[in-house]
Each structure stands twice: as structure tokens, then as C-alpha cells.
């Protein structure tokens, strides 16, 4: 056996997707990677009589495996692999339950010793949600955090969007193989997480994402940040499981606190309600983890300079929730013309945006 | 003997003059009728029979042969059987054979005598009078229509005896007198469908107010259930009222499809179609062998709504570029082209999403791409064609069982008829007489801007990223805003008014705060 333990490694995390329980058991009973690849199939059967689906796969691919035409597809897709072994591979998954035999990666991998916060919500959010994701990920971006998630429609995206945005790094941690593309309509975020961040997966590339894998997708996002945020969650929620994986790992949870009776705030709620840090504001987050920042600049106050009288009462009544313009109309007094044509003002002006037909939200 | 009368076939909107000729010969005793006839006009022969006979007639037992003159032209429809009766009771002197050829006639016959309606006849009273006849007699249920037109004396008749009795006696006909500036009159005090009905629902109201003043074409979004068709139904009756060159141009493609109801002479309320979203393209554009209008054609003057507009074939929903654009629908046959107007104001009403409840998530179950996704199976040029789009929101309890009085559609209207008239003014002499018709070089022309409206919209078309079509409907829109309120030049409000009214573009929205 003249095989690398890298390649090794590749093989055998290639071989047991979705089964990293079966692969730990595995490394614990042979010792190395080299070792399993060299035991008979029965051999191995006997020993795991509880898994004969995990080995039978495991056997299958070992029989068609080709060290040199592997490494030569990796390269191929542009794609680089770190084992557990690997000086590269993040420090911080090292000491995680279950951590991934292996990392198929483009782009970079997350730096150790600079902060990295993980940023997951709904994927169908609110325009609250939005703003809160684009928002809370600018801000941390800018004062350096690496900003990790998972580049699902909803938060997620934003998250990793509201990063570049501030020309910071992230990271998305995709379910199915790296080279896929999941969900398809972002494709323009894909390309810009693999050239201003990374995209990683610990399944071997080709891997359909499937439904089962986000879950354990999810403790590879956690484990790769410091704190975990979470934006907006249902009462049952992927999120949820993230949190839960992330305090596991000793990581902290912060909650973007919602309105009562939002249906998309529950989660969060919870959370807080539970012991999670309530995720006030950038800023906050920032002190609370001991974070000092020399880019997030004091914000100033904007209202009152260019803004007249008229302009500044609708402005003030805009906050993150999104808000129709008859509302505004009754709180401030003013006629709907009146009110449409200010929103247009402040539009202009950046001080407002429409999030959606008819909608508006302050803009941060 | 040789005898011939007057009548008149249709040709899309428009009626060209037939002589029917009759001529009896010794011969096979037979009814033979020729001109390059569909079947409905061969079968009238068998008919006219019968229908003189019943009327006490009896047709003598020699070779009658009529003819519609031209013959080169295809004849279709059931309107030849009077014209067909008459011609043979001339040519077997019944009647006099004089002065026929000043009189056209139009109707179906039933074989008892009974004269029954047919669709067109103001168009054909259109063409004799054109043609310098100066009577006309047709079914009695159609007379009211064809009595319109005040330079043609218009005469309806029940039964074939009352036929014969007035061609024997033409001093004893009796005109069919409609007075047209009464019954003009009349629509500005119908009741209906009312705008002090729609209880909230400012800024829609707002939205419909300025589609109507400028004829924009309008797109409402909104949840089930939030009043879209309502508000739909109600735009029309904030257009100005009809004028009676429109009302006739309305009245005669009504009656050339057949849909004028009995007894109506004019159609004095704007047309309002509603076609189902599984309409057929040819439904929709006017088509079949013999083309007829179809739904943009019907509500040509008036509203053309198309409920849940996504849902509409896509083939069918292109279809409506080319009559969007030039307001007028051209069908080639071999036979010749068909135009058909199509100067109707668009309204599309359509869900946020396929559940219907986006952005509210405690109740939509779509994600934003699936949101984008629907909106997006409307094709961008389609959209381009429509300058003003706006949300209709869900409407509370309070709002729906409030008593307050709304402004009502009268009022409205009064507003909108100013800004009509402005516009008049502005476009005399002009194709575009609205502000929706104008092409992007006639924005320049017509719609110039100050320094600081200048400076806005570049402002605007940067900061929200819009396309050069999305300017000149902001432009375009902006300048029906300063109408409404009666002002010459487009200022800075009106300009950040009309950006609300822009269509939502979903593909920039998602990165930046």
C-alpha cells in the first residue's frame, strides 16, 4: 500500500457519505484509513453486523477506486481536500463531536485565529428578516468577522451577501458535494463566495444535496464559528437544530429578538427566552465577545440634517418591519399623496427602501 | 321578369353594398340561388319559400334564379333572406320593382313570416348610408340600433306581410326615431358599480385614478380576497364618458359579434371584459375563419381585465403585445386583413405567489425565489407595456365594516376628464392622445424636464437601477400626475409619486441592505 494517508482519508470520506457515526467506529477499530482500506469485506461485515448497508457501499467503491484518477478529478473541479490530519484543516472543528473525516473545499477555508461568527435563519424569511441578515453580517464583516452559513435561499443568503457587501470573508457550508450549486437561483453568490470566501462541504464532490445531509451540514456550520446567530426560526425550525448543535459544541447562541405572535420570531424567542444572547445590535455581539473593532464606525444620527420635517416624521415611523404606506398615512397625519411622495424622497435618499410592492423599511 | 334590391354583407367591422337580383324564366320549376354563397345564405332560398307561402305567397312553378351581386366575394350570415323575399316578390310583381334601389335590406326570416334579428346593423345602415341610400328597413328588434345614424331613414318590421305592406305603401313606414344626446346623457346618471363602494384601499384608489387619467395600463398585486376584481370593475365608470363617435364605433363591434343586447341602440357604458384565464389566443385577439373580435377588440374603449394573470397561456398573453402597442389587431386571411380596434385599458390583477400570501409569512409557504418566479412567468415586454403597477392589500375587519362615505366614482371621474382634456389639448392634431401612447422620442417632445427634475430621475434611474423602458413609464406617468392636478410642467413631486408605480424587480432586490 503505497497510498498517501490524504488520499486515504479522501476515499474513505468519499465512500461513507452521511455516515461519519460508521466512519469514527471505523477509525477507532483499524486505526488509519489505510488500514480499513486493506480489510476484507467480510472481515469488515463481521465486525459491524449492525451497518451491513455503510460497509456494503463502502466495499462496492473500494472495488472501483482509483487513487490517481481521483486526485486527478479534484484537481479537475478545481476542488482541494484537508483530512483531519491536515495542518489546514480548521482548527476549530478538531475538537467537535462527530467531525468530518475530511474537507472538499474551493476558495479558501476559514482562518483559525480570526473571529467567525455562523449566521442561519428561515428560508422563507420576512422583510425584517432580511434586513436583519444583510444588516448584522455588513456590520460583523466589516469589524472582521468571518461571517459562516449555509447558502440557502432566505437568511443564509443574505448573510453571506451582507458580508460581501462589506468585502469581508465567508463561507458557505453546502449540503451536497461542492461542485453543485444548491439552490440554483444562486449562482451568482456561489461564484462570489468561491473567489471572496470559500465553499466547503464534507461530502465528496458530485454529492446531490439531499435533505438528510443539511442537518449534518448544520454542525459543520457551528463548528466552524464562535457564535452562532440566528436571525429568524419557526417554532420548528433547521435553525433550532443548529442552535442546538452549536451549544453542544460549547459554542454561543445569539437570537434576533421578534415580535410576539410573528410565527417566524418563535424560534428565536425561544431561544432567548432559553438562555440565548439576544442579539441587540453589530455592535453588541461584538462586545459581548470581546471583539474590538476599529471599522464599525460610530453611526450617525442621520435624521434631522437633510431631512425636512415632513420627510423626518414618516422616516421616524419606518422601521425594520416592512410597512404600506396607508399605515404611515394614518400615523403621521399626513394625506396618502402627501406620504407616497416623501417615501420617494427618502428612497432617493437612501434612507428608505421598498422591500417589497408597496413596502417600505428604513434603510440601515 | 328581372328585378334587384339593396342590401349589404360584413367584412370584418366594416359593411360593402350586395345587390340581391331575382330573375323568373320559363325552365324546371327550381329556387337557385348564386354568387359564391356560404350555406347559411344557400338555405335562404328554402326558407323564403316556405316564409312566403305562410305568408299566403305561393311561388309559381317556374326557374327563379337570384344572385348576389358581387360575385366574387364570399357572402356568409342570414341576413339575405329579407333582400332574397323582396327581390322575388318584385320579379313576380307583387311589388314595385321601382325605387328598390334606394331602400337596403337586412334580416333572417323564420318560415312562419317572422322577421328575426341579425348582428351588424349599423354597421350595414353605416355602408347605405355611405353608399347614398336613403332607407333602411331591417327586423324591428335591431331598428333601435340601426336608427342611430340620424341621416338614414330606418324602418323595422315584425313580419314578411309587414314587409310587403311597406314596399307596397312606402308613404306608410314609420321612422325609428333614437334621440343619441339623451341617451348620452342618461349614462352620466346610471348607477352601478360604484368607487363609494370600496371601502380602504387608498393607495389602489390613488393607483386606479392615475391609470384612468392617462390610460396607463395597470397591474395589481395582492392576496385573494383583497378586493382586486372589485376595484377592476369599478375603473371604468371613472373614465370619462363615452363620447358618441366612440359609442358608435363600441355599439358596432358589439353588434357585428352578436353580443348587443335586443332593444339597446347604443352602447353608452364603457365595455368591461373579463375573460377567463383559459381563453384561447384566437378568443382573445379576434380570430376564427371568418374573423370576429375578440376580448381586446370588446373592450376596446374600456377595460380588458385579466384576473390572475400568471395563469394565462403564455401564447396567449404575447399575443396581446402587437394590439397593446399599435391599439388595433390586424387578421390576414386569404380573403383579405381584418382590422379590429383595440384601444382598451389593460388591467391585470394576480396573486404575490402561487399561495397567494406573500410577504405575510405567518401564511405563505413560497420562498422569495418561487415568489420571483411567478411574477417572472409574465414575459418582460409584456410588462413593459404596463406603466403602473401597485399592491392591494388585505383588508381588515374595521376597514371592511366602516361605514365612512367614499369618494365616489362621479367624483373621481370629474378629475379624470380634466386631465383627459389637458391631454387633448396637449396632443391635438396627434396619434397619441393619451399620455400612455407616447413613444419614447415623444416623451422628449412632450414631457421636458427642469433641472432639479433632471437631477431627480438620474438620481433615481441609478440609486434604484431601472431600465430605459422603466424611465420613460416613469416620465410618462409622472406627466399624468401633473395633469391630474392641472399642472404644465412635470415637477419633483409628481416624478417621486410616479416612482412608487414602477413594476417590482425581483433580481436586484437580493443583496444590498
Given at each position: 500500500m503505497s497510498e498517501t494517508r490524504e488520499a486515504c482519508w479522501h476515499w474513505l470520506s468519499s465512500s461513507l457519505v452521511g455516515e461519519t457515526a460508521l466512519l469514527w467506529r471505523l477509525v477507532e477499530r483499524y486505526g488509519t484509513p489505510e488500514s480499513i482500506f486493506a480489510v476484507r469485506e467480510e472481515d469488515l461485515q463481521k465486525a459491524f453486523p449492525k451497518n451491513p448497508g455503510g460497509i456494503r457501499r463502502l466495499c462496492q467503491g473500494r472495488r472501483e477506486w482509483d487513487f490517481a484518477r481521483e486526485e486527478e478529478r479534484l484537481v479537475r473541479l478545481g476542488m482541494s481536500f484537508v483530512s483531519c490530519e491536515h495542518l489546514a484543516y480548521p482548527r476549530r472543528l478538531q475538537n467537535i463531536s462527530q467531525k468530518p473525516g475530511g474537507i472538499y473545499f474551493r476558495g479558501k477555508l476559514p482562518e483559525d485565529d480570526r473571529p467567525s461568527i455562523g449566521i442561519v435563519g428561515a428560508r422563507a424569511c420576512s422583510a425584517y428578516g432580511r434586513s436583519a441578515a444583510l444588516w448584522f453580517a455588513k456590520e460583523l464583516a466589516g469589524a472582521g468577522v468571518q461571517i459562516v452559513s449555509g447558502?440557502?435561499?432566505g437568511i443564509d443568503g443574505f448573510g453571506h451577501w451582507g458580508a460581501l457587501e462589506a468585502g469581508g470573508k465567508t463561507f458557505g457550508v453546502l449540503g451536497g458535494g461542492v461542485d453543485i450549486c444548491y439552490p440554483k437561483s444562486h449562482q451568482e453568490l456561489y461564484l462570489r463566495l468561491e473567489q471572496e470566501g470559500g465553499l466547503l462541504s464534507e461530502n465528496p464532490p458530485g454529492t446531490k444535496a439531499m435533505s438528510h445531509l443539511f442537518p449534518l451540514r448544520n454542525r459543520i456550520i457551528s463548528g466552524l464559528s464562535d457564535a452562532v446567530l440566528i436571525i429568524e426560526a419557526k417554532g420548528k425550525s433547521g435553525s433550532l437544530i443548529t442552535a442546538d448543535t452549536a451549544l453542544e459544541q460549547g459554542r454561543d447562541v445569539y437570537a434576533v429578538p421578534g415580535r410576539l405572535a410573528d410565527p417566524l420570531s418563535a424560534g428565536c424567542n425561544h431561544l432567548i427566552g432559553q438562555g440565548a444572547g439576544i442579539a441587540l445590535s453589530p455592535q453588541y455581539i461584538l462586545d459581548e465577545m470581546g471583539i474590538i473593532s476599529k471599522s464599525i464606525k460610530k453611526k450617525k444620527e442621520r435624521t434631522q440634517k437633510d431631512l425636512e420635517k415632513a420627510e423626518n416624521m414618516v422616516y421616524s415611523c419606518l422601521g425594520l418591519q416592512a410597512r404600506k404606506p396607508e399605515e404611515l398615512c394614518e400615523e403621521t397625519e399626513l394625506s396618502l399623496i402627501e406620504v407616497l411622495r416623501i417615501l420617494g424622497s427618502l428612497e432617493l435618499k437612501g434612507y428608505a427602501k421598498e422591500v417589497y410592492k408597496n413596502y417600505y423599511i428604513r434603510a440601515l | 321578369m328581372f328585378s334587384n334590391v339593396q342590401s349589404a354583407a360584413l367584412n370584418g367591422l366594416e359593411a360593402y353594398m350586395v345587390r340581391v337580383e331575382a330573375d323568373i324564366s320559363d325552365g324546371m320549376p327550381q329556387l337557385l340561388m348564386v354568387g359564391y354563397l356560404s350555406s347559411e345564405v344557400r338555405e335562404a332560398g328554402d326558407r323564403v319559400r316556405t316564409a312566403l307561402r305562410n305568408t299566403g305567397i305561393a311561388l309559381p312553378p317556374k326557374r327563379i334564379t337570384v344572385n348576389l351581386a358581387p360575385a366574387g366575394i364570399r357572402k356568409a350570415g342570414s341576413r339575405f333572406d329579407l333582400p332574397v323575399a323582396a327581390a322575388i316578390l318584385a320579379s313576380l310583381e307583387k311589388i314595385p320593382g321601382q325605387g328598390l334601389e334606394d331602400v337596403m335590406l337586412a334580416g333572417e326570416l323564420s318560415l312562419s313570416g317572422q322577421v328575426l334579428p341579425v348582428p351588424g346593423i349599423l354597421a350595414l345602415v353605416e355602408a347605405a348610408r355611405d353608399a347614398g341610400i336613403r332607407r333602411c328597413i331591417v327586423p324591428d328588434k335591431n331598428a333601435a340600433e340601426g336608427a342611430v345614424l340620424e341621416e338614414v331613414e330606418v324602418i323595422g318590421v315584425s313580419s314578411l306581410a309587414e314587409l310587403i305592406e311597406i314596399l307596397r305603401h312606402p308613404e306608410k313606414a314609420v321612422r325609428v326615431r333614437v334621440d343619441t344626446t339623451e341617451l348620452l346623457r342618461e349614462q352620466n346618471f346610471s348607477g352601478g358599480e360604484d368607487f363609494a363602494e370600496v371601502n380602504g384601499q387608498a393607495s389602489v384608489r390613488r393607483a386606479a385614478e392615475i391609470a384612468a387619467a392617462g390610460m396607463h395600463n395597470l397591474l395589481m398585486i395582492g392576496p385573494p380576497g383583497s378586493g382586486k376584481t372589485m376595484i377592476a370593475r369599478r375603473i371604468a365608470g371613472i373614465l370619462p364618458a363615452v363620447s358618441l363617435q366612440e359609442s358608435l364605433e363600441i355599439t358596432k363591434l358589439y353588434s357585428v359579434a352578436g353580443l348587443l343586447p335586443e332593444q339597446t341602440s347604443l352602447m353608452v357604458k364603457r365595455p368591461f371584459r373579463s375573460p377567463h384565464h383559459t381563453v384561447t389566443p384566437e378568443a382573445l385577439a379576434g380570430g376564427g375563419r371568418v374573423p370576429a373580435p375578440g376580448e381586446i377588440s370588446l373592450s376596446s374603449g374600456g377595460i380588458l381585465f385579466l384576473d390572475?394573470?400568471?395563469?394565462?397561456r403564455r401564447n396567449a398573453l404575447e399575443i396581446l403585445r402587437q394590439p397593446l402597442e399599435d391599439r388595433r389587431v390586424c387578421i390576414s386571411r386569404t380573403a383579405g386583413t381584418y382590422v379590429f380596434p383595440a384601444k382598451c385599458m389593460l388591467v391585470a390583477a394576480m396573486n404575490p405567489c402561487p399561495c397567494g400570501y406573500y410577504p405575510d409569512r405567518g401564511r405563505c409557504t413560497c420562498t422569495e425565489e418561487e415568489a420571483a418566479r411567478y411574477l417572472g412567468r409574465i414575459s418582460r415586454p409584456l410588462l413593459d407595456r404596463i406603466d403602473i403597477c401597485t399592491e392591494v392589500p388585505e383588508i381588515s375587519y374595521e376597514e371592511l365594516t366602516e361605514k365612512r362615505k367614499n369618494e365616489s366614482s362621479w367624483e373621481i371621474r370629474r378629475r379624470v376628464e380634466r386631465a383627459h382634456e389637458m391631454q387633448k389639448d396637449r396632443f391635438l392634431g396627434m396619434p397619441s392622445a393619451f399620455n400612455a401612447y407616447l413613444s419614447g422620442k415623444e416623451v422628449e417632445k412632450y414631457c421636458p424636464l427642469g433641472k432639479k427634475e433632471q437631477k431627480l430621475i438620474k438620481n433615481a434611474f441609478v440609486k434604484l437601477n431601472l431600465s430605459g423602458r422603466a424611465y420613460y413609464k416613469i416620465i410618462k406617468t409622472a406627466r399624468t400626475i401633473a395633469d391630474l392636478e392641472g399642472e404644465a410642467r412635470i415637477l419633483e413631486q409628481h416624478l417621486l409619486e410616479a416612482v412608487h408605480y414602477r413594476i417590482p424587480d425581483y433580481t436586484c432586490r437580493r443583496r444590498s441592505l
Amino acid at each position: 500500500m503505497s497510498e498517501t494517508r490524504e488520499a486515504c482519508w479522501h476515499w474513505l470520506s468519499s465512500s461513507l457519505v452521511g455516515e461519519t457515526a460508521l466512519l469514527w467506529r471505523l477509525v477507532e477499530r483499524y486505526g488509519t484509513p489505510e488500514s480499513i482500506f486493506a480489510v476484507r469485506e467480510e472481515d469488515l461485515q463481521k465486525a459491524f453486523p449492525k451497518n451491513p448497508g455503510g460497509i456494503r457501499r463502502l466495499c462496492q467503491g473500494r472495488r472501483e477506486w482509483d487513487f490517481a484518477r481521483e486526485e486527478e478529478r479534484l484537481v479537475r473541479l478545481g476542488m482541494s481536500f484537508v483530512s483531519c490530519e491536515h495542518l489546514a484543516y480548521p482548527r476549530r472543528l478538531q475538537n467537535i463531536s462527530q467531525k468530518p473525516g475530511g474537507i472538499y473545499f474551493r476558495g479558501k477555508l476559514p482562518e483559525d485565529d480570526r473571529p467567525s461568527i455562523g449566521i442561519v435563519g428561515a428560508r422563507a424569511c420576512s422583510a425584517y428578516g432580511r434586513s436583519a441578515a444583510l444588516w448584522f453580517a455588513k456590520e460583523l464583516a466589516g469589524a472582521g468577522v468571518q461571517i459562516v452559513s449555509g447558502m440557502a435561499s432566505g437568511i443564509d443568503g443574505f448573510g453571506h451577501w451582507g458580508a460581501l457587501e462589506a468585502g469581508g470573508k465567508t463561507f458557505g457550508v453546502l449540503g451536497g458535494g461542492v461542485d453543485i450549486c444548491y439552490p440554483k437561483s444562486h449562482q451568482e453568490l456561489y461564484l462570489r463566495l468561491e473567489q471572496e470566501g470559500g465553499l466547503l462541504s464534507e461530502n465528496p464532490p458530485g454529492t446531490k444535496a439531499m435533505s438528510h445531509l443539511f442537518p449534518l451540514r448544520n454542525r459543520i456550520i457551528s463548528g466552524l464559528s464562535d457564535a452562532v446567530l440566528i436571525i429568524e426560526a419557526k417554532g420548528k425550525s433547521g435553525s433550532l437544530i443548529t442552535a442546538d448543535t452549536a451549544l453542544e459544541q460549547g459554542r454561543d447562541v445569539y437570537a434576533v429578538p421578534g415580535r410576539l405572535a410573528d410565527p417566524l420570531s418563535a424560534g428565536c424567542n425561544h431561544l432567548i427566552g432559553q438562555g440565548a444572547g439576544i442579539a441587540l445590535s453589530p455592535q453588541y455581539i461584538l462586545d459581548e465577545m470581546g471583539i474590538i473593532s476599529k471599522s464599525i464606525k460610530k453611526k450617525k444620527e442621520r435624521t434631522q440634517k437633510d431631512l425636512e420635517k415632513a420627510e423626518n416624521m414618516v422616516y421616524s415611523c419606518l422601521g425594520l418591519q416592512a410597512r404600506k404606506p396607508e399605515e404611515l398615512c394614518e400615523e403621521t397625519e399626513l394625506s396618502l399623496i402627501e406620504v407616497l411622495r416623501i417615501l420617494g424622497s427618502l428612497e432617493l435618499k437612501g434612507y428608505a427602501k421598498e422591500v417589497y410592492k408597496n413596502y417600505y423599511i428604513r434603510a440601515l | 321578369m328581372f328585378s334587384n334590391v339593396q342590401s349589404a354583407a360584413l367584412n370584418g367591422l366594416e359593411a360593402y353594398m350586395v345587390r340581391v337580383e331575382a330573375d323568373i324564366s320559363d325552365g324546371m320549376p327550381q329556387l337557385l340561388m348564386v354568387g359564391y354563397l356560404s350555406s347559411e345564405v344557400r338555405e335562404a332560398g328554402d326558407r323564403v319559400r316556405t316564409a312566403l307561402r305562410n305568408t299566403g305567397i305561393a311561388l309559381p312553378p317556374k326557374r327563379i334564379t337570384v344572385n348576389l351581386a358581387p360575385a366574387g366575394i364570399r357572402k356568409a350570415g342570414s341576413r339575405f333572406d329579407l333582400p332574397v323575399a323582396a327581390a322575388i316578390l318584385a320579379s313576380l310583381e307583387k311589388i314595385p320593382g321601382q325605387g328598390l334601389e334606394d331602400v337596403m335590406l337586412a334580416g333572417e326570416l323564420s318560415l312562419s313570416g317572422q322577421v328575426l334579428p341579425v348582428p351588424g346593423i349599423l354597421a350595414l345602415v353605416e355602408a347605405a348610408r355611405d353608399a347614398g341610400i336613403r332607407r333602411c328597413i331591417v327586423p324591428d328588434k335591431n331598428a333601435a340600433e340601426g336608427a342611430v345614424l340620424e341621416e338614414v331613414e330606418v324602418i323595422g318590421v315584425s313580419s314578411l306581410a309587414e314587409l310587403i305592406e311597406i314596399l307596397r305603401h312606402p308613404e306608410k313606414a314609420v321612422r325609428v326615431r333614437v334621440d343619441t344626446t339623451e341617451l348620452l346623457r342618461e349614462q352620466n346618471f346610471s348607477g352601478g358599480e360604484d368607487f363609494a363602494e370600496v371601502n380602504g384601499q387608498a393607495s389602489v384608489r390613488r393607483a386606479a385614478e392615475i391609470a384612468a387619467a392617462g390610460m396607463h395600463n395597470l397591474l395589481m398585486i395582492g392576496p385573494p380576497g383583497s378586493g382586486k376584481t372589485m376595484i377592476a370593475r369599478r375603473i371604468a365608470g371613472i373614465l370619462p364618458a363615452v363620447s358618441l363617435q366612440e359609442s358608435l364605433e363600441i355599439t358596432k363591434l358589439y353588434s357585428v359579434a352578436g353580443l348587443l343586447p335586443e332593444q339597446t341602440s347604443l352602447m353608452v357604458k364603457r365595455p368591461f371584459r373579463s375573460p377567463h384565464h383559459t381563453v384561447t389566443p384566437e378568443a382573445l385577439a379576434g380570430g376564427g375563419r371568418v374573423p370576429a373580435p375578440g376580448e381586446i377588440s370588446l373592450s376596446s374603449g374600456g377595460i380588458l381585465f385579466l384576473d390572475e394573470f400568471p395563469e394565462f397561456r403564455r401564447n396567449a398573453l404575447e399575443i396581446l403585445r402587437q394590439p397593446l402597442e399599435d391599439r388595433r389587431v390586424c387578421i390576414s386571411r386569404t380573403a383579405g386583413t381584418y382590422v379590429f380596434p383595440a384601444k382598451c385599458m389593460l388591467v391585470a390583477a394576480m396573486n404575490p405567489c402561487p399561495c397567494g400570501y406573500y410577504p405575510d409569512r405567518g401564511r405563505c409557504t413560497c420562498t422569495e425565489e418561487e415568489a420571483a418566479r411567478y411574477l417572472g412567468r409574465i414575459s418582460r415586454p409584456l410588462l413593459d407595456r404596463i406603466d403602473i403597477c401597485t399592491e392591494v392589500p388585505e383588508i381588515s375587519y374595521e376597514e371592511l365594516t366602516e361605514k365612512r362615505k367614499n369618494e365616489s366614482s362621479w367624483e373621481i371621474r370629474r378629475r379624470v376628464e380634466r386631465a383627459h382634456e389637458m391631454q387633448k389639448d396637449r396632443f391635438l392634431g396627434m396619434p397619441s392622445a393619451f399620455n400612455a401612447y407616447l413613444s419614447g422620442k415623444e416623451v422628449e417632445k412632450y414631457c421636458p424636464l427642469g433641472k432639479k427634475e433632471q437631477k431627480l430621475i438620474k438620481n433615481a434611474f441609478v440609486k434604484l437601477n431601472l431600465s430605459g423602458r422603466a424611465y420613460y413609464k416613469i416620465i410618462k406617468t409622472a406627466r399624468t400626475i401633473a395633469d391630474l392636478e392641472g399642472e404644465a410642467r412635470i415637477l419633483e413631486q409628481h416624478l417621486l409619486e410616479a416612482v412608487h408605480y414602477r413594476i417590482p424587480d425581483y433580481t436586484c432586490r437580493r443583496r444590498s441592505l
